[in-house]
């Protein structure tokens, strides 16, 4: 666990991507770590990774995804960093294929656009790399931010968990509640080449949450 600051997520979240990082360092010792972050609000999530990447002693490129619809100003993105401008699902093959060692998928979370960000990215993930969607917690599903369409429909607001097991990743939506506040999803299948590594939200916190797969052959 470490004092880095990462933005809008919760300490449960912050110490579960590190420890994602940690994973990625021991299967790929030697390389230069290529993150990718989609939906970058202000920055701050981006530049905690870069600080924890240099603590461990690693190269890295970093990469940011936005469409800035959220008006905020990328106060904190580094100075170092690759900036791709525009809507996830038109800029992904910005990206190569296999080429990133983790990706965190934090952008708009309406059913359509998660489940179209699953299918855009995991092609441009390593074999062995790892995939992240924000905002899985049960108390973050059905809130309003970022909300787009329309107000009735409820695909349009924060549909994470649905997208996740509509594409066939968990087999329905329960949740192990861990003394520490955190949680684990009851089951998961292992489609598309991925398998289930965490699962966790801190239940204090209003939002946030992280559900991150390990992709374990290609996603045919």
Request: charged share 25%.
């Amino acid at each position: 666990m470490s004092n880095i600051q990462y933005g809008l997520i919760s300490r449960v979240d912050s110490d579960t991507i590190e420890k994602t990082f940690d994973l990625v360092f021991e299967q790929f010792q030697n390389d230069v770590i290529n993150y990718t972050e989609v939906g970058l609000y202000n920055g701050r999530t981006t530049s905690g990774v870069k600080e924890y990447l240099l603590s461990k002693g690693k190269r890295y490129k970093l990469t940011g995804i936005d469409n800035f619809k959220d008006k905020e100003e990328l106060v904190f993105f580094p100075h170092d960093a690759n900036l791709i401008q525009g809507s996830s699902i038109e800029v992904y093959n910005q990206l190569e294929d296999e080429s990133q060692h983790f990706i965190l998928i934090d952008g708009n979370h309406s059913f359509p656009y998660v489940i179209a960000d699953f299918f855009c990215y995991i092609s441009k993930i390593k074999i062995g790399g790892y995939i992240c969607f924000h905002d899985t917690s049960p108390q973050t599903q059905g809130k309003s931010w970022q909300r787009m369409g329309d107000e009735a429909d409820s695909d349009m607001y924060i549909s994470v968990m649905k997208a996740l097991v509509k594409i066939g990743l968990f087999d329905e939506i329960g949740y192990r509640i861990y003394s520490d506040g955190s949680v684990s999803q009851r089951k998961a299948i292992g489609h598309y080449g991925v398998e289930l590594i965490f699962n966790r939200y801190d239940i204090n916190d209003e939002g946030g949450g992280v559900c991150i797969f390990k992709k374990v052959n290609k996603c045919h």
